[in-house]
C-alpha cells in the first residue's frame, strides 16, 4: 500500500522509476537485495528510500507511513508540490527526513516531533509558511536542522534558536531567507525608523531646550517683578514725609 499509493502521488516525466510496478510491489526486497530504483533494503524490508534529483513531481502521498521500518527518506531536488503529511508522525523509526528543493507548501507538521528518533530534518529551498512549530526543539538526537529559503514567520523558537547544553546548536544559515522569521540567531532585523540612539538624543535635546526655556521665562519674570518692587518703592519714597 505504500509503495503504490507513492508511485500514484508521484508524477515521473523522465520515467526514472520504470522499474515500480505492482509485481515490484508484492516483493520489493529479497534480503538486502532491492527490486525497486532508489529504495535499499534490510533483512527484506525497505529501511532506505532516496529518490532526489529525479524530476518527479506531484505530492507525497500520506500512506508512505505504511513503510514502518523507513529509517531514511530522500525526496530531494524534485518539483513535488503541496504539504508535508502529518501522517509521517507514524514511521516512528524516521531518523532522516530531507524534502529540501521541492515546493511543498503550508505549515511545517508540529507531529514530526512524534519521531523521536530524527537527527536530520532538512526542508530548505520550498514554499513552506506558517510558525516553526516549538515541539522539533523535543527532538534530543537533531542535530540537523535546516529550514531556510522558505515563507516561514514569527519567532524562532528558542528550544532551537538558543540550545543549551549537550543539544547541537544551529546558526543563522538555518533559518536565513524567511522575510518575516526573527529571533535568535539571526541578526536583528535594521529599523526604517529612528534609532534608539536617534531617539534618545532628540529625547534629550528637547528636554534641555524645555529647560532653557523655562529658566529663561523665570528670568524674565523675576526681571519684570523686580522692576514694578522699584517702582513701587519710588512713589512710597515720594509720599514719606523728610525729617
Known sequence: MCLTHLSQSLQDPLKNLQNWTK????KPCDGFTSYLQGATCNNGRIYKLSLSNLSLKGTISPYLSNCTNLQALD?????????????????????VLNLSANQLSDPIPEQLAICAYLNVIDLHDNQLNGLIPQQLGLLVRLSVF??????????????????????????????DGNKDLYGYPLPPKKSNGLSVLAIVGIGLGSGFLSLVL??????????VTEEKLDAEEGKISQLMPEY
Not at 23 to 26: G, K, P, Q, R, V
Not at 214 to 223: E, G, K, N, P, Y
Request: proline share 8%.
Open 23 to 26: 509485481s515490484s510491489f508484492a
Open 75 to 95: 525526496l530531494s531536488s524534485n518539483s513535488i508540490s503541496g504539504p508535508i503529511p502529518i501522517e509521517l508522525q507514524f514511521l516512528v523509526n524516521l531518523a
Open 146 to 175: 535546516d529550514v531556510s529559503n522558505n515563507r516561514l514567520s514569527g519567532p524562532i523558537p528558542a528550544s532551537l534558536g538558543n540550545r543549551s547544553g549537550s543539544f547541537p546548536r544551529f546558526n543563522a544559515s538555518s533559518f
Open 214 to 223: 523655562s529658566f529663561t521665562a523665570v528670568c524674565i519674570w523675576l526681571r
